[in-house]
């Protein structure tokens, strides 16, 4: 299954696959912009803006 989100600057639909899982990240496709995904449950998906990356977190 394919869940949607809205971007949260274009209000695009997001497909987000069914086992994302918190943390992962959701681009844009028509505005670039990365979410960050910080809910997941029942198949519906909450996103924020992803924190810009600056470090290297390794591994
Ligand atoms: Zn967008």
Not at 5 to 32: F, R, W, Y
Request: hydrophobic share 40%; charged share 30%.
């Amino acid at each position: 299954m394919i869940a949607t989100v809205s971007c949260l600057v274009c209000d695009t639909a997001l497909e987000v696959a069914e086992a994302t899982e918190k943390g992962e990240i959701v681009e844009c496709g028509s505005c670039g912009q990365e979410h960050e995904v910080v809910g997941a449950a029942d198949g519906r998906f909450t996103v924020e803006f992803a924190p810009e990356v600056e470090e290297d977190w390794g591994e």
